[in-house]
Protein backbone atom coordinates (compact mmCIF):
# COMPACT_ATOMS: atom_id res chain seq x y z
CA UNK A 1 0.00 0.00 0.00
CA UNK A 2 1.46 3.46 -1.39
CA UNK A 3 0.42 7.15 0.58
CA UNK A 4 0.75 10.16 -0.93
CA UNK A 5 2.64 12.08 1.52
CA UNK A 6 5.33 13.62 -0.56
CA UNK A 7 5.90 13.04 -4.41
CA UNK A 8 9.67 12.53 -3.63
CA UNK A 9 8.27 9.23 -2.88
CA UNK A 10 7.05 8.47 -6.33
CA UNK A 11 8.94 8.12 -9.47
CA UNK A 12 8.91 10.89 -12.18
CA UNK A 13 7.47 8.57 -14.53
CA UNK A 14 4.41 7.51 -11.56
CA UNK A 15 4.09 11.53 -11.20
CA UNK A 16 3.84 12.24 -14.96
CA UNK A 17 0.90 9.11 -14.97
CA UNK A 18 -1.25 11.23 -12.61
CA UNK A 19 -0.43 14.40 -14.48
CA UNK A 20 -1.90 12.62 -17.86
CA UNK A 21 -4.59 11.18 -15.86
CA UNK A 22 -5.65 14.70 -14.33
CA UNK A 23 -5.64 16.02 -17.64
CA UNK A 24 -8.36 13.23 -18.71
CA UNK A 25 -10.07 14.07 -15.76
CA UNK A 26 -9.88 17.48 -16.71
CA UNK A 27 -12.04 16.94 -19.67
CA UNK A 28 -14.25 14.32 -18.18
CA UNK A 29 -14.80 15.19 -14.37
CA UNK A 30 -17.28 12.84 -13.79
CA UNK A 31 -16.36 8.80 -12.60
CA UNK A 32 -17.17 5.78 -10.87
CA UNK A 33 -13.74 5.06 -9.68
CA UNK A 34 -14.68 6.37 -5.69
CA UNK A 35 -18.13 4.46 -6.32
CA UNK A 36 -19.44 3.35 -2.98
CA UNK A 37 -16.17 4.58 -1.07
CA UNK A 38 -15.74 7.30 1.74
CA UNK A 39 -12.71 9.70 2.18
CA UNK A 40 -11.83 11.07 5.32
CA UNK A 41 -10.36 14.97 5.43
CA UNK A 42 -9.17 15.78 8.61
CA UNK A 43 -8.29 19.65 8.66
CA UNK A 44 -6.11 21.06 11.84
CA UNK A 45 -6.16 24.06 9.83
CA UNK A 46 -7.90 26.47 8.09
CA UNK A 47 -8.83 25.72 3.84
CA UNK A 48 -10.81 27.38 1.52
CA UNK A 49 -9.57 25.61 -1.76
CA UNK A 50 -7.88 22.48 -0.26
CA UNK A 51 -11.68 21.77 1.52
CA UNK A 52 -13.69 22.45 -1.33
CA UNK A 53 -11.66 20.88 -4.29
CA UNK A 54 -11.28 17.75 -2.87
CA UNK A 55 -14.52 17.67 -1.23
CA UNK A 56 -15.81 18.34 -4.89
CA UNK A 57 -13.55 16.14 -6.34
CA UNK A 58 -14.73 12.80 -4.21
CA UNK A 59 -18.16 13.65 -4.98
CA UNK A 60 -17.47 13.60 -9.10
CA UNK A 61 -15.92 10.51 -8.75
CA UNK A 62 -18.99 8.72 -6.80
CA UNK A 63 -18.18 9.04 -3.61
CA UNK A 64 -18.58 10.27 -0.11
CA UNK A 65 -16.47 12.55 1.65
CA UNK A 66 -16.49 13.11 5.48
CA UNK A 67 -14.98 16.50 6.92
CA UNK A 68 -13.48 16.62 10.16
CA UNK A 69 -12.42 18.82 12.07
CA UNK A 70 -10.24 17.71 15.20
CA UNK A 71 -10.91 19.96 17.93
CA UNK A 72 -13.61 22.01 16.53
CA UNK A 73 -16.33 19.77 14.96
CA UNK A 74 -14.35 16.90 16.35
CA UNK A 75 -12.44 15.70 19.20
CA UNK A 76 -8.85 17.07 19.65
CA UNK A 77 -6.34 14.97 18.81
CA UNK A 78 -2.81 14.05 20.18
CA UNK A 79 0.14 12.90 18.30
CA UNK A 80 3.00 12.49 20.39
CA UNK A 81 3.88 9.48 21.40
CA UNK A 82 4.72 7.77 25.13
CA UNK A 83 2.84 11.46 26.89
CA UNK A 84 0.83 11.79 29.45
CA UNK A 85 -2.50 13.13 27.68
CA UNK A 86 -3.84 15.27 30.60
CA UNK A 87 -4.34 18.42 28.47
CA UNK A 88 -7.13 19.01 25.72
CA UNK A 89 -6.68 15.89 23.58
CA UNK A 90 -8.94 13.49 23.98
CA UNK A 91 -7.71 10.76 21.86
CA UNK A 92 -4.80 9.71 20.09
CA UNK A 93 -3.89 9.52 16.73
CA UNK A 94 -3.02 5.76 17.10
CA UNK A 95 -6.94 4.78 17.32
CA UNK A 96 -7.79 7.71 15.08
CA UNK A 97 -6.26 6.55 12.18
CA UNK A 98 -7.16 3.15 12.69
CA UNK A 99 -11.33 3.47 13.39
CA UNK A 100 -11.03 6.02 10.44
CA UNK A 101 -9.72 3.47 8.54
CA UNK A 102 -12.64 0.73 9.22
CA UNK A 103 -15.22 3.62 7.94
CA UNK A 104 -13.27 5.05 4.83
CA UNK A 105 -11.22 3.65 2.16
CA UNK A 106 -8.40 7.29 1.95
CA UNK A 107 -7.66 9.42 4.89
CA UNK A 108 -6.25 13.19 4.02
CA UNK A 109 -5.09 15.38 6.97
CA UNK A 110 -4.09 19.10 6.82
CA UNK A 111 -1.93 19.80 9.49
CA UNK A 112 0.52 22.69 9.64
CA UNK A 113 3.61 22.80 12.03
CA UNK A 114 3.41 24.51 15.55
CA UNK A 115 6.01 27.23 15.06
CA UNK A 116 7.61 26.06 18.00
CA UNK A 117 10.12 23.92 16.83
CA UNK A 118 11.42 23.34 13.50
CA UNK A 119 13.64 20.23 14.52
CA UNK A 120 10.18 18.48 15.94
CA UNK A 121 8.26 19.75 13.25
CA UNK A 122 10.70 19.31 10.03
CA UNK A 123 9.84 15.47 10.42
CA UNK A 124 6.84 15.44 9.85
CA UNK A 125 5.29 13.50 12.66
CA UNK A 126 1.99 14.24 12.21
CA UNK A 127 0.94 13.08 8.81
CA UNK A 128 4.01 10.19 9.32
CA UNK A 129 2.21 9.70 12.61
CA UNK A 130 -1.65 8.67 10.91
CA UNK A 131 0.03 6.67 8.01
CA UNK A 132 2.00 4.39 10.45
CA UNK A 133 -1.42 3.60 11.92
CA UNK A 134 -3.89 4.00 8.82
CA UNK A 135 -4.41 0.85 6.94
CA UNK A 136 -5.86 2.80 3.89
CA UNK A 137 -3.81 5.20 2.18
CA UNK A 138 -3.11 8.41 3.26
CA UNK A 139 -2.89 11.70 1.49
CA UNK A 140 -1.26 15.10 2.71
CA UNK A 141 -3.17 18.12 2.39
CA UNK A 142 0.06 20.49 3.33
CA UNK A 143 1.97 19.94 6.42
CA UNK A 144 5.89 20.74 6.00
CA UNK A 145 5.34 20.31 2.05
CA UNK A 146 2.51 20.41 0.10
CA UNK A 147 2.22 17.53 -2.98
CA UNK A 148 -1.54 18.34 -4.29
CA UNK A 149 -0.16 21.93 -4.55
CA UNK A 150 2.83 20.64 -6.52
CA UNK A 151 0.90 18.58 -8.71
CA UNK A 152 -1.32 21.40 -9.40
CA UNK A 153 1.30 23.69 -10.66
CA UNK A 154 3.21 21.22 -12.62
CA UNK A 155 -0.08 20.78 -14.51
CA UNK A 156 -0.53 24.22 -15.18
CA UNK A 157 3.01 24.78 -16.16
CA UNK A 158 2.85 21.77 -18.82
CA UNK A 159 -0.68 22.84 -20.08
CA UNK A 160 1.01 26.23 -21.11
CA UNK A 161 5.02 25.55 -22.02
CA UNK A 162 4.79 21.29 -22.51
CA UNK A 163 7.72 19.79 -21.90
CA UNK A 164 9.48 22.08 -18.53
CA UNK A 165 12.99 20.38 -19.09
CA UNK A 166 15.69 23.38 -19.68
CA UNK A 167 13.26 26.43 -18.86
CA UNK A 168 14.40 28.97 -16.14
CA UNK A 169 11.90 28.75 -13.11
CA UNK A 170 12.36 31.37 -10.52
CA UNK A 171 10.83 30.74 -7.31
CA UNK A 172 11.33 34.05 -5.75
CA UNK A 173 10.98 34.88 -1.42
CA UNK A 174 8.40 38.04 -1.26
CA UNK A 175 7.84 39.84 1.80
CA UNK A 176 4.82 39.46 4.30
CA UNK A 177 3.98 40.69 7.18
CA UNK A 178 4.48 37.73 9.33
CA UNK A 179 6.42 34.60 9.20
CA UNK A 180 4.61 31.87 7.36
CA UNK A 181 5.08 28.08 6.68
CA UNK A 182 7.69 27.05 3.79
CA UNK A 183 5.41 24.27 3.03
CA UNK A 184 4.80 25.66 -0.61
CA UNK A 185 8.44 27.10 -1.44
CA UNK A 186 9.72 23.42 -0.60
CA UNK A 187 7.26 21.90 -2.65
CA UNK A 188 7.89 24.32 -5.65
CA UNK A 189 11.75 23.70 -5.42
CA UNK A 190 11.10 19.88 -5.20
CA UNK A 191 8.43 19.78 -8.53
CA UNK A 192 10.67 22.38 -10.67
CA UNK A 193 14.06 20.14 -9.73
CA UNK A 194 11.99 16.71 -10.62
CA UNK A 195 10.69 18.33 -13.96
CA UNK A 196 14.03 19.22 -15.29
CA UNK A 197 13.59 22.87 -15.10
CA UNK A 198 16.47 25.42 -14.39
CA UNK A 199 15.55 26.44 -10.84
CA UNK A 200 16.76 29.98 -9.39
CA UNK A 201 15.57 30.67 -5.67
CA UNK A 202 15.87 34.03 -5.15
CA UNK A 203 16.14 34.77 -1.18
CA UNK A 204 16.79 38.17 0.36
CA UNK A 205 19.77 36.68 2.72
CA UNK A 206 21.06 33.31 3.23
CA UNK A 207 18.46 33.27 6.36
CA UNK A 208 15.65 32.98 3.93
CA UNK A 209 17.27 29.40 2.81
CA UNK A 210 15.21 26.41 3.11
CA UNK A 211 15.87 23.53 5.13
CA UNK A 212 18.72 21.29 4.04
CA UNK A 213 17.10 18.35 3.17
CA UNK A 214 14.86 19.97 0.77
CA UNK A 215 18.03 22.16 -0.54
CA UNK A 216 19.61 18.78 -0.79
CA UNK A 217 16.94 16.94 -2.20
CA UNK A 218 16.32 19.67 -5.11
CA UNK A 219 20.36 19.29 -5.93
CA UNK A 220 19.31 15.71 -6.15
CA UNK A 221 15.95 15.90 -8.59
CA UNK A 222 17.98 18.53 -10.78
CA UNK A 223 21.21 15.97 -11.38
CA UNK A 224 18.64 13.23 -11.80
CA UNK A 225 16.69 15.07 -14.17
CA UNK A 226 19.14 17.17 -16.23
CA UNK A 227 18.27 20.38 -14.70
CA UNK A 228 20.30 22.72 -12.07
CA UNK A 229 19.49 24.55 -8.77
CA UNK A 230 21.09 28.51 -8.77
CA UNK A 231 20.61 30.58 -5.20
CA UNK A 232 20.58 34.19 -5.43
CA UNK A 233 20.26 37.76 -3.47
CA UNK A 234 20.28 39.54 -7.19
CA UNK A 235 16.79 40.17 -7.71
CA UNK A 236 17.42 41.09 -11.20
CA UNK A 237 19.55 38.64 -12.46
CA UNK A 238 16.78 36.41 -10.78
CA UNK A 239 14.20 37.31 -13.10
CA UNK A 240 16.33 38.18 -16.30
CA UNK A 241 15.22 35.37 -19.09
CA UNK A 242 12.90 33.14 -16.65
CA UNK A 243 9.44 31.68 -17.90
CA UNK A 244 8.01 30.90 -14.66
CA UNK A 245 7.55 33.23 -11.93
CA UNK A 246 6.23 31.40 -8.39
CA UNK A 247 6.38 33.54 -5.65
CA UNK A 248 5.81 32.46 -2.04
CA UNK A 249 6.85 34.10 1.78
CA UNK A 250 8.06 31.98 4.68
CA UNK A 251 9.55 32.11 7.61
CA UNK A 252 13.53 32.66 8.34
CA UNK A 253 14.55 29.44 10.08
CA UNK A 254 16.43 30.59 12.14
CA UNK A 255 14.52 32.40 13.99
CA UNK A 256 11.48 29.85 13.68
CA UNK A 257 8.53 29.94 16.39
CA UNK A 258 10.18 33.84 17.44
CA UNK A 259 8.75 36.14 14.83
CA UNK A 260 9.52 39.16 17.07
CA UNK A 261 12.95 38.56 16.66
CA UNK A 262 12.54 38.39 13.14
CA UNK A 263 10.86 40.96 12.25
CA UNK A 264 14.01 43.52 12.19
CA UNK A 265 15.00 41.35 9.74
CA UNK A 266 11.49 41.01 7.45
CA UNK A 267 10.78 44.17 7.68
CA UNK A 268 13.37 45.36 5.28
CA UNK A 269 12.79 43.13 2.33
CA UNK A 270 9.45 44.70 1.44
CA UNK A 271 10.91 45.73 -2.62
CA UNK A 272 10.88 41.84 -3.10
CA UNK A 273 6.89 41.97 -4.04
CA UNK A 274 6.29 41.22 -7.45
CA UNK A 275 5.64 43.99 -9.34
CA UNK A 276 5.63 44.48 -13.47
CA UNK A 277 9.05 46.37 -13.54
CA UNK A 278 10.37 43.23 -12.05
CA UNK A 279 8.48 40.86 -14.86
CA UNK A 280 9.22 42.91 -17.59
CA UNK A 281 12.82 41.83 -16.90
CA UNK A 282 11.63 38.14 -17.93
CA UNK A 283 11.06 36.13 -21.25
CA UNK A 284 7.11 36.48 -20.87
CA UNK A 285 7.25 34.59 -17.75
CA UNK A 286 4.05 33.22 -16.44
CA UNK A 287 3.60 34.44 -13.05
CA UNK A 288 1.60 32.29 -10.55
CA UNK A 289 1.12 31.85 -6.35
CA UNK A 290 -0.73 29.02 -4.59
CA UNK A 291 -3.21 31.09 -2.98
CA UNK A 292 -4.59 33.18 -0.72
CA UNK A 293 -2.36 36.34 -1.71
CA UNK A 294 -2.31 39.71 0.25
CA UNK A 295 -2.44 41.86 -3.02
CA UNK A 296 -0.04 44.92 -2.83
CA UNK A 297 1.46 42.87 -0.50
CA UNK A 298 3.13 39.42 -2.16
CA UNK A 299 2.49 40.98 -5.62
CA UNK A 300 0.60 44.06 -7.50
CA UNK A 301 -2.77 44.11 -8.70
CA UNK A 302 -1.06 44.83 -11.84
CA UNK A 303 0.27 41.45 -11.95
CA UNK A 304 -2.51 39.46 -10.36
CA UNK A 305 -4.62 40.86 -13.16
CA UNK A 306 -2.13 40.15 -15.99
CA UNK A 307 -2.69 37.80 -18.72
CA UNK A 308 0.47 36.09 -17.85
CA UNK A 309 -0.96 35.59 -13.96
CA UNK A 310 -2.02 31.64 -13.92
CA UNK A 311 -2.97 31.48 -10.07
CA UNK A 312 -6.57 30.90 -10.96
CA UNK A 313 -5.66 28.23 -13.80
CA UNK A 314 -3.55 26.46 -10.90
CA UNK A 315 -6.12 26.59 -8.63
CA UNK A 316 -8.72 25.16 -10.62
CA UNK A 317 -5.76 22.13 -11.47
CA UNK A 318 -5.75 21.34 -7.57
CA UNK A 319 -9.86 19.15 -8.12
CA UNK A 320 -8.26 17.37 -11.43
CA UNK A 321 -5.03 16.56 -10.27
CA UNK A 322 -6.42 15.76 -6.69
CA UNK A 323 -8.81 13.37 -8.43
CA UNK A 324 -5.80 11.81 -9.98
CA UNK A 325 -4.13 10.74 -6.59
CA UNK A 326 -7.38 9.71 -5.35
CA UNK A 327 -8.33 7.13 -8.37
CA UNK A 328 -4.38 5.55 -8.45
CA UNK A 329 -4.55 5.62 -4.49
CA UNK A 330 -8.11 4.03 -4.82
CA UNK A 331 -7.01 1.49 -7.27
CA UNK A 332 -4.33 -0.42 -4.89
Known amino acids: MKHFLTTQDWSRDE ?78 ICEVARVLSRYCDLIAIRAFPKFQDWSLDRTDYVIKAVAEYATVPVINMETITHPCQE ?64 MEAGERNAAESGGSLTVTNDIEAAYADALVVYCKSWGALPFYGNPEQEWPLREKYQHFIVDGPKMALTRDALFSHCLPLRRNIKATDEVMDADYCVAIDEAENRLHVQKAVMSRLAEQ
Open 15 to 92: LQSMLDAARQLKKKRFGNVLSGKTVALLFLNPSMRTRASFQVGVHELGGMAVVLEPGAGSWPIEFEFGKRMDGEAEEH
Open 151 to 214: MAHALTLQERLGDLAGKKYLLTWTWHPKPLNTAVANSALLIATRMGMDVTLLIPEDAYLLDPMF
